[in-house]
């Protein structure tokens, strides 16, 4: 059994970040994984990388931009096709709580 | 501010939609007024597959910004993905910039009064993408996406506040400068320019700060006054009373004007920034930064030390002149042609001012076009007409609209200068009044000013002072 | 029995099209009968788009008759359900886009539809691209075509199994950490991942944004070169796409290889390999020398730490590219009385467990306290095999290895195992974290007859290196895998 490399707290507030309601036995099996995961990701700190710069993207650089011009017309019914519901031209929600 | 022995500590984050005709990352329009979800698009709306694809235009109005601020402009930087759920954020996410931002460090400089202008500095300058709106209904919310991805600049300056009018100046000189540099119109009651303050007190002489409230939902200069007044307050009470201040965040209460903690939200925002990975960094060339700041407009502090150079104006007047961008731009439009700025300055501060004031009109409606009032002080200037006959003009201008030369032709209120007239009009009076003659050339000079005003009257008041003065002192003499 | 026009490669049936021997409507109608005969045991499609692919073939046909008809014209091709199409449901193999509909085409679909290909469905894959196996779909598994009981690879599995089982002449997939050529390996088909950057991500549905690529594949390497050509290139839309010019890769593939320096690299001959695998691959590059190539031994030190760091940098960035996936604009909407339950029901609902798995993980590697030990971390390693591959390739044109450890494994045999699942991809994925262009070309069979894949790997925009190797390899009589018995 892999050693706890993080609790079933840190995974509920994890869950909670990411607004996944898990069930009891989900929680406790994301447990066993994550510290699984996170113990093979440990091998990582073999490798000295203090001086080393992190890669985020691997394209040609440079900045592609585009002109300050309005080319999408007015679809809103288009963009409002998928809406599991709508009033009118709004997407309608349950209530917004904090 | 009740106590002394405190001062209160303040800093301002601004937030400003900028004037662009289209998204930060899409080609869609950016008016305000559209129909609900009419200006989206499947990247703005954050469906799958899509991509942010930056605006050129955004980028030179927020360097413009930046130059006009004195910040430095980081030749990289890098966008990072924002964080959090809320109906209003299409992709869950952000797209703004966390640690290394467009513009870094700069200030603000607050129009002084007498001695030295005060400095607010900034921290930093960055974009970002604004988020859609919610509208709360009964048991449900509408959500539009219309304003999602619009483009904002957000002004973080350093807490170098001092008082609530020193925040209100500061947001002032910084929302007259967003509009000089065309980066934003600043309207706060529209929106587009939204402001959090971060408030804190410490004893008076202390350097370390005080723990901070952040007090969101401010959309009015008043708002932003009164809320700084009552935390303060409120803190100062707290304090004392050797109650530790926690760091919140609070809402303004327009109804009750009292800050409130915002409902305690289970878990604090963990953002969880990371560097945006569909957008490389943002290279700005030196030479691009050097060609905006040749093209670069005016800036209000700007043309404050130029008015107060080359027009002789006092701080005060050149502060007055450059409050707002129209009056600023008014007053130049009214100077060519005329010698005394002097002059002009002030019939801008007193008559046109006024005129809109008490019109509650813009500027441009309510006042004649800048170049007929400067029409109007020409007049002045050649003796055309005398200064109280220019306001009567201006004033009648002012209702009806019409040019300077029209309005004084019909309100006849041309200036007489003509010796040979006034000459008469002297001769009339002093024939008249040979009593009074007589006991003037006795020894009575105070009698002066009655001539004066008779020679005046008979001129039905439209003699020229100047000419009026030397004839008349003539003819007295003998 | 049918005139089996779903067997022709595309250079074949592109001949016979503009002959006007055959039709695209014949060609289509042949897959579409292929694809119903074998789909009940296969799995390889989520949508059939029977109406509007005669649609498209019978507007192909038209363009032929005017002699207007470019390379991939008439050609039915699979698409994986990652891109969106307009007007056809998009599901990424999850519940949670529920009936989606996109109102837009993703670019290399709308460069696809100018050329005149024809679409006959959408393809089954690892749900949100998130596999090995295809068996993380929402959608039941894809099966190997070679061997029903064994998985088609993932995660474009049913892209994979579709062409191999002849029931289009090529399709799309993607790949981010091996998804192209781990089902290519396996089920005895070409795929190519070109390098980062050399293929428009828009309107592919995001996975991990700095790894995803869009990629052909294909019967031939002819063929994906060609479907490649189609698709590469400049996009407006896509920030992060090159606009370098797409050279025509077809004219590569002289089918010379002498002089061709062919790097080896010894950390990817490990212990845990198939045995056959390593004979499969070995025995190519014997070949490929006694053609003119010289192989040289060279070091990708950081190989092992490779995993690691891909599954901190590309569950971080998926973390955030599916955060969307909430059931306020479109998809999955689960019953709630308030915006947070609308969030938590729905994505609980809706994702699978290796998704909702990969979201934790992503989301702890970013949270507060753990951004540094975790997902800079794996960004800082991703420099160093980025550096290793630099180095490498100042003494070798391409890099030849393995595609995958072993041969396609049992249904259910890793599925208890997220960590073993990820391992199968330990030779493909350091070409993702390094942005360079890979591809997979069958080079031999195990003693169950399933298929090996030689990777051919090539540094940033060299596509045509690797593509002439593979032409070349493939016309000296490759290894052509036995047609499954379907």
């Known amino acids: 059994m892999a050693e706890e490399k993080i609790s079933l707290e840190q995974v509920r507030h994890v869950a909670r970040l990411a607004r996944l309601e898990l069930a009891p036995a989900e929680e406790q099996r994301l447990q066993i994984e994550m510290s699984e995961m996170l113990g ?50 709004f997407f309608k929600v349950p209530k917004i709580i904090e | 501010m009740n106590d002394d022995s405190y001062e209160a500590v303040i800093g301002l984050e601004v937030h400003a939609h900028m004037l662009t005709r289209s998204k930060l990352f899409c080609g869609c329009a950016t008016d305000f007024g559209a129909p609900p979800n009419h200006n989206v698009c499947p990247v703005c709306m954050g469906m799958p597959g899509v991509l942010p694809v930056l605006n050129r235009h955004v980028v030179e109005l927020a360097i413009r910004t930046g130059l006009a601020a004195h910040s430095k402009i980081e030749p990289h930087s890098v966008f990072a993905r924002k964080s959090y759920f809320y109906p209003d954020l299409p992709k869950g996410y952000q797209i703004s910039q966390y640690d290394q931002p467009l513009c870094r460090g700069g200030y603000i400089e607050l129009p002084a009064r007498e001695g030295e202008a005060r400095r607010i500095r900034l921290v930093r300058i960055h974009l970002e993408e604004d988020a859609g709106k919610n509208i709360h209904a009964e048991s449900a919310s509408l959500v539009d996406f219309n304003r999602s991805g619009v483009p904002l600049m957000e002004i973080v300056s350093e807490p170098d506040i001092r008082s609530p009018e020193e925040a209100v100046a500061y947001l002032h000189e910084l929302r007259e400068m967003l509009r000089s540099l065309g980066a934003s119109d600043g309207k706060m009651e529209e929106g587009s320019l939204r402001c959090d303050v971060n408030v804190s007190v410490r004893p008076r002489g202390a350097t370390e700060l005080g723990a901070r409230t952040e007090i969101k939902n401010l959309n009015s200069f008043r708002f932003v006054e009164k809320a700084i007044v009552y935390e303060v307050n409120r803190q100062i009470e707290e304090v004392a009373a050797g109650r530790r201040i926690p760091q919140e ?41 050097e060609n905006i700041r040749t093209a670069m407009p005016e800036m209000p502090a700007e043309r404050r030390a130029r008015y107060i150079r080359e027009f002789e104006l006092s701080a005060y007047e050149a502060g007055v002149l450059t409050s707002e961008l129209e009056v600023a731009e008014y007053f130049e439009a009214m100077l060519p042609g005329l010698r005394n700025r002097k002059s002009a300055a002030n019939w801008v501060m007193t008559e046109v001012l006024r005129a809109a004031n008490e019109s509650a009109k813009p500027l441009t409606e309510a006042a004649p076009k800048p170049q007929e009032t400067g029409a109007l002080l020409k007049m002045v200037e050649k003796s055309q007409i005398s200064l109280n006959a220019a306001k009567s003009a201006f004033a009648a201008m002012c209702r009806s609209g019409k040019g300077a030369e029209a309005t004084v032709a019909e309100l006849g209120l041309t200036q007489v200068s003509d010796e040979t007239a006034i000459a ?11 009593a009074k003659l007589a006991e003037y050339r006795a020894g009575r000079d105070k009698l002066y000013g009655f001539f004066v005003g008779a020679v005046m009257k008979a001129m039905g008041g439209k003699g020229n002072p100047k000419v009026v003065n030397e004839v008349l002192r003539r003819k007295l003499a003998g | 029995m049918g005139s089996e026009l779903n067997r022709l490669t595309i250079t074949e049936a592109r001949e016979r099209l503009r002959r006007r021997e055959i039709t695209s409507r014949e060609l289509t109608r042949d897959c579409l009968e292929r694809i119903a005969a074998v789909e009940p045991r296969l799995n390889a499609f989520i949508t059939v788009s029977e109406t509007e692919a005669m649609a498209q073939a019978e507007a192909a046909d038209r363009r032929f008759a005017q002699g207007d008809a470019p390379d991939l014209c008439g050609i039915p091709l699979g698409i994986k359900d990652i891109y969106c199409t307009r007007g056809v449901r998009t599901t990424c193999a999850s519940k949670i886009l529920g009936d989606f509909t996109p109102p837009f085409d993703a670019t290399v679909i709308e460069k696809l539809r100018v050329a005149g290909a024809v679409f006959v469905g959408k393809t089954n894959l690892d749900e949100f691209a998130m596999g090995s196996s295809t068996e993380n779909s929402a959608f039941g598994p894809t099966r190997n075509p070679h061997d029903l009981e064994r998985v088609a690879g993932g995660s474009s599995g049913g892209s994979a199994a579709a062409v191999a089982a002849d029931e289009c002449l090529a399709a799309l997939g993607t790949d981010t950490g091996g998804s192209i050529r781990l089902p290519a390996s396996y089920c005895g088909v070409t795929g190519i991942k070109p390098t980062y950057s050399r293929v428009s991500r828009y309107g592919v549905i995001a996975y991990a944004s700095s790894l995803d690529q869009v990629g052909p594949f ?138 909702k798995r990969r979201i934790m993980l992503g989301t702890f590697a970013l949270s507060a306290g753990y951004y540094d030990a975790y997902y800079l971390k794996g960004q800082k390693v991703r420099t160093l095999i980025r550096r290793d591959f630099e180095r490498a390739f100042a003494s070798c044109d391409l890099i030849a290895a393995p595609v995958a450890p072993t041969t396609a494994f049992r249904l259910g045999e890793k599925t208890d195992d997220p960590l073993k699942m990820y391992l199968s991809d330990i030779f493909t994925i350091s070409v993702n974290l390094a942005g360079l262009p890979g591809m997979s070309v069958p080079c031999g069979a195990d003693g169950h007859g399933m298929p090996i894949g030689l990777q051919l790997i090539g540094p940033p925009f060299g596509e045509e290196a690797i593509l002439r190797a593979g032409d070349a390899w493939e016309r000296s009589g490759g290894f052509a895998p036995r047609t499954p018995q379907l």
């Open chain 1, 40 to 89: 093979y990701v440990d091998q990582l700190n073999e490798l000295d990388t203090g001086a080393v710069e992190p890669t985020a993207q691997v394209g040609e650089s440079g900045t592609p931009v585009r002109e300050d011009a309005v080319t999408n017309p007015p679809a809103a019914d288009a963009m409002l096709a998928n809406a599991p519901a709508r009033e009118g031209f």
């Open chain 3, 218 to 355: 294909a019967r031939t390497v002819r063929d994906a070169a060609m479907v490649l050509r189609a698709v590469a290139g400049a996009d407006p839309r896509d920030s992060t796409c090159s606009a370098r010019p797409v050279p025509d890769y077809e004219a590569a593939l002289t089918g010379e290889v002498r002089g061709m320096r062919i790097g080896v690299p010894r950390e990817y001959f490990v212990e845990g390999m198939d045995a056959a695998v390593e004979a499969a691959v070995r025995g190519s590059l014997k070949k490929l020398e006694a053609m003119g190539a010289r192989t040289v031994e060279i070091s990708l030190p950081h190989t092992s730490y490779a995993v690691a760091a891909y599954y901190l940098i590309a569950t971080a960035e998926a973390s955030a590219n599916l955060a969307r996936y909430d059931g306020v604009r479109y998809g999955l909407r689960v019953a709630a009385d308030n915006n947070i339950e609308l969030y938590n029901r729905t994505r609980a609902q809706g994702f699978g467990a290796e998704v």
């Open chain 2, 424 to 434: 008469e009009a002297c001769d009339r009076v002093l024939a008249a009044e040979s």
């Open chain 2, 249 to 289: 965040t609070h809402l303004w209460d327009p109804e009750r004007e009292v800050t409130r903690p915002m409902r305690s939200k289970e878990f604090a925002n963990d953002y969880r920034y990371f560097p945006e990975p569909d957008l490389p960094p943002l290279i700005v060339p030196s030479d691009l930064v």
